[in-house]
């Protein structure tokens, strides 16, 4: 593997990366955590992270290179034909119509450009979003089942995108981590700091895309506005049964 003092590459970008990784999942979990039972608003989460996702995937088939073939370790990491169904279920038939927040222009306009002069960090790409939809992807989806709103019409729906049946997930993490390690075997010193350089990148300009999903804000008041109902509810209640005694 590729290891300083026995130490494999990914663990060593999961060090580096360790900060801002964390203030974005914080993010995400913020985000939608307040917002699984709106489906608009998971469908805009889906709908920014779709176009990452299909670029990475269309970018590999037209680099053709061996290293981003071995990263894709099983056919049913390739997730663009996922993310179409669920967008078609949530936003609609004319979800492709929809605008792209500037936050997302400028993120697919940095892709173009690495795939252009740098291609081999797209690899960075590949492996953090891949690793987060096998990792807080299942955690995200489980809440939304826990959590979601069972009285809308689509709940005995089942997200795509999230969905890995008949796979060990833990078993295909192991896989896609190895093969990132054997990947930075044959990397330089100088090409592994850009590629960790790169993967702090990653999580910079998914928390502004993530920024960029609106409705949020509509949820939270819709909650705030039934909190309240349901405390003077109990207000009245309680003075009805005082002024009583």
Not at 94 to 117: C, G, M, R, T, V
Not at 181 to 207: G, R, W
Request: glycine letters at 6%; charged letters at 25%; hydrophobic letters at 40%.
């Amino acid at each position: 593997m590729a290891q300083i003092c026995g130490e494999p590459f990914t663990t060593r970008m999961r060090k580096a990366t360790r900060k801002i990784h964390s203030v974005s999942d914080a993010m995400v979990n913020a985000k939608f955590a307040i917002s699984l039972r709106d489906e608009k608003v998971w469908g805009g989460g889906l709908y920014v992270f779709y176009h990452i996702f299909a670029y990475l995937e269309d970018a590999t088939k037209r680099l053709n290179s061996s290293d981003f073939d071995r990263l894709f370790v099983h056919k049913l990491l390739y997730r663009k034909v996922a993310f179409e169904e669920d967008l078609a279920h949530y936003l609609g038939p004319d979800w492709k119509s929809l605008p792209k927040s500037n936050a997302l222009e400028n993120y697919l306009e940095h892709l173009q450009n690495l795939e252009k002069e740098k291609p081999q960090l797209l690899m960075a790409y590949i492996y953090h979003l891949y690793l987060g939809l096998l990792s807080g992807g299942q955690i995200l989806a489980k809440k939304r089942k826990m959590f979601g709103d069972k009285g809308d019409a689509t709940a005995g729906y089942n997200d795509k995108v999230t969905d890995f049946t008949g796979v060990d997930i833990a078993q295909l993490k192991n896989d896609f981590k190895t093969a990132m390690n054997e990947i930075a075997e044959k990397m330089t010193e100088e090409e592994k700091d850009a590629f960790i350089e790169e993967s702090n990148q990653v999580f910079l300009m998914n928390n502004l895309i993530v920024n960029s999903v609106g409705g949020q804000n509509k949820v939270l008041c819709n909650l705030m506005y039934k909190a309240s109902a349901v405390l003077l509810v109990v207000i009245s209640v309680v003075m009805v049964y005082k002024l009583q005694k």
